[in-house]
Every structure is written in structure tokens, then in C-alpha cells.
């Protein structure tokens, strides 16, 4: 918070400098692709705190985007302890200005939908690639939208990666759910052997090509990058190391979509986000917000997570 507060407020009345190429270690290529989103993406957005409500304040984000924090509850729970975590979550303080979405197995959806304040919204882990109909297991893009589900994660990588599901397969599925009124949350992320082979900038945008050629707008995704080696292992990214692929995703987006939709597409990150590190993680301007696993289990720390909102805000 402190970095920057410090590097706003040094800032000219354009702001420019606000992201600054020390923060984060870049090939040449991705510092010169940083240095032409930097035109497009450079402000802070004026938001009035509502900790501190009679405060202005500014935001330090890249993307005009909402931080967009989401809690993903993968095969966990019970009917009691999701009874125990939705009362936490209904009784959380919880900072205005974010998207707050959880997403239970499909089993408690119903059960959730029907007890959790409806400042939280509804999200499923997956969905079928098309229409309902003879796909036994399958859940489908409008049974979600029938039991109230607003969004769907897609491409995650235990789908990618332990039920091998491929790019295109993703893409589709992103399509078909977008066709039903879902919002998507759209995961990529690199294995460590691909980072290690210096891939993942490679990987992150393959991946995201199999949604851009599938889906007629990004009105309504949520690109979530979530390093696959730092999933469920407690091994965060550091802050630079997140900054420098959202800040690539972006101007991939920028170049092979357009500058609107980077500006505008929320890119959060995931990968053993907790309580301690988010703070840090979220002034990182390109990171809007987070996908949440196990520390979404915890009602109180999901709170935390949500509001590190603040951790963006530098007064005016
Ligand atoms: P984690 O999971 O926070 O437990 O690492 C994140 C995710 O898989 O979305």
C-alpha cells in the first residue's frame, strides 16, 4: 500500500508513472508491450471509500474494471459447514465498491442460493459444453441460470489438468454458457515446468486465443490467472511475478481484441491467495482482484480477501 501511495501521489496530474518498470523483471518484448498499455491503461479511477466515507480516494487500477473477488469452494463441504460458512459470509462486513461471487459444489447451490445475502452472488465450478439433454453427470448452462447461478468457472486447471479438458473444449464451453445469460470466470494458468521453460507467456495467451475464437464478446468474463504451481500449494506468486502476466493477458487483449475490452476485463488472480498476502498482491495495479480456494472456506478471511480493496485506495 505504501509503494503505491508513495508512487501515486509523486505522480504528475496525468498520473503517468504510476506502474513503473522496476516493479516488475520483463523480457524485452513484455516491457516493450508494457510500455505501449501504458498509454491505454495508466489512471486512477476516482471512487468515493467507504471506510472512510467523507474521504475521496483514489484507485490504483490499470483496467476500469470492479475488483471482482471470488471464492471457489471446489469439492468441500457439508450441508452443516456451508450452513456455519454462509452465516460467517451474510454476517461479514464486506466492503462496498467489490463483486463479491462464491461457488459451491452443485449440490448446495440451492442451498446456498436460498440462505446467502444477495450481496453475494452465485457462481457453479463448471458446465456442460452445450444444450441439456442425454449427457449423464452433466450439468447444464440453463440449469444454472434456472437455480439462480450467475456465473460459471471454466478452464480451471484441475478441470484442464486432472480431467483433461483441452483449450477448445474450454472455449466452447465459455460460448454456450455466455449464449445463457452466464457470466464466465476464465481460468489459464502455466504448469511449473512451463514456467520454468520460460513458456508462460506462451501458455497464457494459447489459452486465452481458445476463448477469444470462441466467444463473441468479453462482456461478461472474468479472466482469472491462476498459476497452476501455486495452487492449493500454499507457494504464492509474489506480487511482480502476478503483475508481470496480468499486465502481458492485458495487452494481449488490447492487441488481439481491442483496447476497450483490456481496459475494461477484470483479469484477477488465483493460486493460495490468503488473509496476509492479498494486501500486498492487490496494489499491484493489474491485478483486479482474486479467486479465492481454500482460504474461501473461511468466512472471516474471505472478508479480509474482499476487502483488500482498500489496499488500492491512496487518499487524495
Ligand atoms: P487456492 O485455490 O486458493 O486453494 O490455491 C485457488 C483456485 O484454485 O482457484
Redesign the pocket.
Known sequence: MAAVASTSLACPPNFSGLRRLSDTKLDNNAALSMTTTQSFFQHLRRSTSTSTASRASVVAMAGTGKFFVGG?W?CNGTKDSITKLVADLNSASLEADVDVVVAPPFIYIDQVKNSLTDRIEISAQNCWVGKGGAFTGEISGEQLKDIGCKWVVLG???RRHVIGEKDDFIGKKAAYALSQGLGVIACIGELLEEREAGKTFDVCFQQLKAYADAVPSWDDIVIAY?PVW????GKVATPQQAQEVHVAVRDWLSKNVSPEVASKTRIIY????NGSNCADLATKEDIDGF?????SLKGPEFATIVNSVTAKKVAA
Not at 270 to 273: E, I, N, R
Not at 291 to 295: N, Y
Open positions: 471457489n471446489k480451471h486447471s484441475e491462476e501455486a495452487i492449493g500449494t488465483g493460486g493460495s491467495v479467486l479465492v480456494g481454500g482460504a
